[in-house]
């Protein structure tokens, strides 16, 4: 199985701040990634796909780049409303799979 | 409006089975590959199984092969995850998933684009 390692674990950032996320896979994965956020309670939500490509509706402060094994998830300016948990996932192969997250909190 | 409504969880003793259900409306269900993730309390995500559209494809995780079954009936726009032999650690929210093929320029991608709200599972004397 392709494994996915997310770093940090946890990060914390002031509002206005640039952030980036890290995942990596184990074996190339292309640009078969995604990256969803969660909110305590709630279920995940869809930020991009395809490494780089942003889902509908999602603000444009979110961006995704990489391929091959190293992705990154970048907020330009830190909002309140994004203090939340950060998960990438591959789908190069149908064993689909997580990373452990980034926990991202305020500073 | 996409809504993926979960039914089913519980309490259930080590060794038992349960069999959880999840009610699609809003979208074209058979066109759809579908999935089951989940969350223990605490901890991330894990992606347990998926049916592709017509049924005729299953995948599962290595934690849980052999002991789960996911089915579908497209008739009643329903999905199903059927858990045997329980464990202490499938202890978890589990949720239902649509997953989208996205076309792009670049080829082709999928997504979990849509989430149920959840249901819970305890496994615990």
């Known amino acids: 199985d392709i494994q996915m390692t997310q770093s940090p674990s946890s990060l914390s950032a002031s509002v206005g701040d640039r952030v980036t996320f890290t995942c990596r896979a184990s074996?190339?994965?292309?640009?078969?990634l995604s990256w969803y956020q969660q909110k305590p309670g709630k279920a995940p939500n869809l930020l991009i796909f395809a490494a780089s490509t942003l889902q509908s509706g999602v603000p444009s402060r979110f961006s995704g780049s990489g391929s091959g094994t190293d992705f990154t998830l970048t907020i330009s300016s830190l909002q309140p409303e994004d203090f939340a948990t950060y998960y990438c996932?591959?789908?190069?192969?149908?064993?689909?799979?997580f990373g452990q997250g980034t926990k991202l909190e305020i500073k | 409006e996409v809504q993926l409504v979960e039914s089913g969880g519980g309490l259930v003793k080590p060794g038992g089975s349960l069999r959880l259900s999840c009610e699609a409306s809003?979208?074209?269900?058979?066109?759809?590959?579908m999935n089951w993730v989940r969350q223990a309390p605490g901890r991330g995500l894990e992606w347990v199984s998926s049916i592709t559209s017509s049924g005729a494809y299953l995948f599962y995780a290595d934690s849980v092969k052999g002991r789960f079954t996911i089915s579908r009936d497209n008739a009643k726009n329903s999905l199903y995850l059927q858990m045997k032999s329980l464990r202490v650690e499938d202890t978890a929210v589990y949720y239902c998933v649509r997953e989208n093929v996205y076309d792009i320029s670049t080829g082709y991608y999928m997504a979990f684009v849509d989430w149920g709200q959840g249901t819970l599972v305890t496994v615990s004397s």
């Open positions: 809003g979208f074209t269900y058979s066109n759809y590959s």
């Open positions: 074996q190339s994965i292309s640009n078969s």
């Open positions: 996932q591959q789908s190069y192969t149908t064993l689909y799979t």
